[in-house]
């Protein structure tokens, strides 16, 4: 366990009892701000603590869809949001519209970075869609897809921190779920070692059907939520 702030590495070890996030803070009480996971895929689990980056997610509202509208069109995103149909106007206020407004299971959330929003979340109860927990492992477990929309804020090493807030909300607002599943398609190399580094395992490959008709393979990833936060 490692904790950077700074120039400096504060170390310590995983207590019989604690979770990662919990070890994390007692490692790194001398220091000042708040803990994120950096890396905790490896042997190491890396955390971090950057006073100087805060990352928050905020719910979504019906003024934010135009963005919203921005970001699936940005190529980097339609890459792996293509599926879902050509984002218009009027498709994603239709779409989005109900999510928004808490009428449907799926929450959306943008994600904000020193104020600025960069790119978005959205969850589930994945039991809440009967067809896709016959094929996901947890049909209680809180599942989740993300972007970064904004093309300047790809590859800035935002992708973890984002996820680790939306983990922490989630945490508060659902402490029944005590696992959270995302499936990116197998080709998503970014978005499972994104996935990696907060603290997801990989597992079960499956062919997940698509609203256009095509068939995504995907490799279903779990984060066990009492082993990481506790």
């Known amino acids: 366990m490692s ?13 019989p009892g604690e979770s990662w996030q919990q070890a994390a803070r007692r490692v790194a009480a001398p220091a000042a701000g708040t803990v994120v996971a950096d890396d905790l895929s490896g042997r ?47 498709r994603v206020q239709r779409v989005y519209g109900p999510r928004v407004d808490g009428t449907t299971p799926t929450r959306m959330w943008v994600a904000e970075v020193n104020g600025r929003s ?8 994945i039991r809440d869609y009967p067809d896709f927990a016959l094929l996901a492992p947890d049909p209680d477990a809180v599942g989740l897809d993300y972007a ?20 922490q909300r989630t945490h508060e607002s659902l402490p029944d779920a005590t696992a959270y599943f995302a499936a990116p398609d197998h080709r998503n190399q970014a978005s499972l070692r994104i996935l990696g580094k907060a603290g997801f395992t ?29």
């Open 148 to 167: 970064i929309g904004e093309p300047g804020w790809v590859g800035r090493g935002l992708g973890t921190p984002i996820l680790w807030a939306w983990m």
């Open 202 to 230: 990989q597992g079960v490959w499956f062919d997940e059907p698509k609203r256009d008709g095509s068939t995504a393979t995907v490799i279903g990833c779990t984060l066990d939520v009492r082993r990481v936060l506790g």
């Open 44 to 90: 190491v689990r890396r955390f971090a603590v950057d006073p100087d980056r805060e990352v928050i997610l905020r719910a979504m509202t019906r003024g934010d869809l135009p963005v919203l509208t921005r970001w699936l069109r940005e190529q980097h995103v339609r890459r792996w949001w293509h599926s879902d149909g050509e984002p218009t106007d009027e």
């Open 118 to 125: 960069v790119g978005f979340v959205q969850d589930y109860r």
């Open 3 to 15: 904790v950077r702030h700074g120039e400096d590495e504060l170390s310590g070890a995983v207590r």
